[in-house]
């Protein structure tokens, strides 16, 4: 199974810890972001990753070689100027092939077992891709009042069960890049055709470890949270 690691962003709201480096080299645990995912994507199954690579892309090369200290393949597909998320993955079809795969952020720290979801498209004779699903974990806490103001609860931070989020992690069959721009995210240009066709699944995994890595604090944070970490397989 292959899997495509979305890898060329410039990391800005990193900065200055992305100046001189790609944003999956960032270290979390002690670990860059891309060797956590590498070590995940392996231990669901896939045997090749192909890193779409741009912003600093000899820093990952240099990092990650041919995959084999890992226990994979690695291809890179290069990106020139900034291509969006449907736009790096439309650049890959030529290394990625005809057969379903799996796309990734690749600022996202997760256990979610891909193959699952990569099953669950398989299942399905109509859809095209199938997203992973996780419950928001709200950045602030929530209060709640009564009718004459007094605070009834107040919870840090806590998993919104009922708001389901994007966690940047697909399944997709080859029938994709027919709708995926040249240039463009993924999330404007090609999900709302799929969403009206019918031809895209949402899967729910609430009891996974998810995050993303967005700021200096989700470092810190998830820099504590992944010494329990486990992948599935």
């Known amino acids: 199974m292959k899997a495509a690691i979305i890898a060329g962003g410039l990391g800005k709201r990193l900065r200055p810890l992305t100046e001189n480096k790609p944003k999956p080299l960032v270290e979390v645990g002690g670990k860059p972001i891309i060797e956590w995912q590498i070590e995940w994507l392996k231990s669901s199954g896939v045997d090749t990753v192909v890193v779409l690579a741009g912003y600093h892309r000899d820093k990952l090369v240099e990092f990650i070689g041919s995959g084999a200290r890992f226990g994979v393949s690695v291809a890179y597909v290069v990106e020139d100027e900034p291509l969006g998320t449907g736009g790096a993955i439309k650049n890959a079809e030529r290394v990625i092939g005809r057969e379903t795969f799996v796309a990734v952020n690749g600022d996202v720290i997760t256990n979610i077992p891909v193959r699952d979801l990569v099953d669950y498209l398989e299942n399905s004779s109509e859809a095209v891709v199938a997203v992973a699903l996780v419950p928001l974990r709200s950045p ?94």
């Open 140 to 233: 602030f806490g929530i209060v709640e009042i009564d009718e004459h103001g007094r605070v009834k609860s107040f919870r840090e931070k806590p998993v919104m069960e009922d708001r389901l989020i994007n966690a940047g992690v697909y399944a997709m069959k080859p029938d994709v890049f027919s709708y995926l721009p040249t240039e463009g995210d993924i999330e404007r240009k090609t999900f709302p055709k799929l969403a009206a066709e019918g031809r895209l699944l949402g899967r729910v995994y609430r009891d996974c470890y998810w995050r993303s890595i967005d700021t200096v604090k989700d470092i810190e944070e998830a820099s504590q949270e992944v010494n329990n970490l486990r992948f599935p397989g």
